[in-house]
């Protein structure tokens, strides 16, 4: 027999807000106890803020606690804000991308027991059960998508199919063969198997249902194109690793935006220049503290991702914040084919390599795939070398980039002075996906 529950707890997620203003205010006292006595990074972030232990005595007061920002995670590598001893951990993730140090998260069983839940409640709401067959092609490995949905694909008590991504062919056989239901998958992957299943007229062999698609921006009309293409209904899934990874915030079957497990994390809105807390309904940077791990819990932590949050009742009856899509970045992090890149980590790679500062780097999607080109101006010494030597310049680069962001990207070495110069402030990126 299965071990499974049903992972629709209407006494959690459609709880009275005051209820769930109770239930944050309890929690979050317990976790900034907890943080206070075990982290000396978040003690000397508050000391340095003036914030004493004793001016926290409600959720009322979180505003007075310091944020935390990837650039801390960062600092505090790799052990820094562990709140528990490395013995009562059992698990460690990692944002995609990979800059000099990588971000690292840590979980204890009781940590990936929620998060299971969180995408539990995923599946749920894109009407998942123990009948369905769930084929995650996200990323197994370090990265949480592949671990997070079959976590929460195992709780609901679904056949799961741990596929990871890649093999195209492979994936479309399975998905035949073993009539897979629930597409857990990003959305351009999932655009890429929807065309290719259409192309080889497999469509009616495909038994999908639904598909849980996340980890990076994407519009309402590739969610009505992947729809259309497999015959299915396309749910938006959020997350991040310094969080648990995805099933922090997931849509349910009205599509207008993802309710946040706020059982347990407490979201805000801030003016990303300010820091200043908006009210609902207001563009801003999203902020998470998450109120029930034990080993990575962080305070204010802040997602750079910019959303509006909205507490209108949802007629699917939870009454979880929602939060819109992501509709941009507070700072200049590229999400290219899942991979988080940043623009100072193309730029190190040049510099270390002799070249000017003068680059731009340009996305596009073709295909369904993203296509990441690097355009970089030479020197004048290197525009006079022969073209064999430019190409192999530019296999050398390509190189360079790919051990820095584990992507490939296409290089183009440029004239001297080609690339516009701007008064403002450069305009490093063109991003013609039209994601936001
Ligand atoms: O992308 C976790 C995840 C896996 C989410 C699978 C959903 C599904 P990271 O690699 O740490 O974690 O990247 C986190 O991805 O700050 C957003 O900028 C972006 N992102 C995640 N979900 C969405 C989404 C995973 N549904 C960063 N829409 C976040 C837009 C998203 N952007």
Redesign the pocket.
């Known amino acids: 027999m299965k071990n499974m529950e049903h992972y629709f707890h209407p006494e959690i997620e459609c709880a009275s807000r005051e209820q769930i203003r109770e239930w944050q205010n309890e929690r979050f006292l317990k976790t900034f106890k907890h943080v206070y006595d075990n982290v000396e990074y978040y003690r000397n972030r508050m000391k340095e803020k003036g914030v004493e232990f004793g001016d926290i005595q409600s959720i009322d007061d979180l505003h007075k606690l310091p944020f935390l920002t990837k650039d801390d995670l960062r600092d505090a590598y790799p052990y820094g804000l562990l709140a528990v001893p490395l013995q009562d951990c059992v698990r460690i993730q990692s ?3 990979t800059t000099g140090k990588r ?1 690292v998260a840590f979980y204890t069983q009781h940590d990936i027991d929620l998060w299971d839940d969180c995408c539990a409640r995923a599946i749920c709401a894109a009407g998942g059960t123990k009948d369905d067959v769930v084929h995650v092609c ?1 990323g197994y490995g370090l ?3 592949g671990p ?2 079959n976590g929460g694909s195992h709780k609901v008590g679904s056949l799961t199919l741990p596929m990871s991504s890649g093999n195209t062919d492979r994936q479309i056989q399975f998905m035949c063969d073993l009539g897979s239901t629930i597409l ?1 998958c ?1 959305p351009s992957y999932a655009a890429y198997l929807a065309e290719s299943i259409c192309e080889r007229g497999l469509r009616d062999q495909i038994k999908l249902k639904a598909g ?7 519009t309402e009309e590739m969610r009505r194109d992947i729809e259309n293409k497999l015959g299915i209904k396309a749910y ?7 969080i648990s ?4 915030a997931f849509e349910c079957s009205e599509q207008t935006g ?1 309710h946040i497990n706020e059982d347990h994390f407490i979201a805000e809105i801030i003016d990303p220049k300010t820091g200043e807390v908006l009210p609902d309904g207001e563009k801003g940077e999203l902020v998470f503290t998450s109120i029930t791990k034990q080993a990575f819990p962080l305070i204010r932590y802040r ?3 910019i959303c509006v949050l909205t507490h209108e009742k949802c007629s699917c009856g939870r009454t979880f914040v929602k939060m819109s ?2 509709m941009g ?1 507070s700072d200049d ?1 590229l ?1 290219v084919k ?1 991979v ?1 890149v940043f623009p100072s980590q193309i730029e190190t790679v040049l510099l270390n390599k002799g070249y000017p500062a003068n680059y731009q780097i340009v996305v596009s999607r073709e295909n369904n795939s993203d296509k990441l080109e690097v355009m970089v101006e030479m020197t004048p010494e290197m525009f006079s070398d022969s073209l064999s030597q430019i190409s192999s310049r530019e296999k050398e680069l390509v190189d360079a980039l790919k051990a820095m962001l584990g992507i490939y990207a296409v290089v183009h070495l440029v004239a001297p002075k080609s690339i516009t110069r701007s008064e403002g402030k450069a305009v490093r990126i063109i991003d013609k996906r039209n994601l936001y």
């Not at 849980?212 to 994407?218: D, K, L, M, N, P």
């Not at 990874?245 to 922090?248: D, K, S």
Request: hydrophobic residues 35%; proline residues 5%.
């Open positions: 944002t995609s991308g971000v996200y990265f949480t998508g997070g949905l857990c990003t849980i698609f996340g980890a990076e921006a994407w938006d899934i959020y997350g991040l690793t310094e990874g995805p099933g922090v993802m997602t750079k991702d899509k992501p970045r992090m999400i899942g988080n």
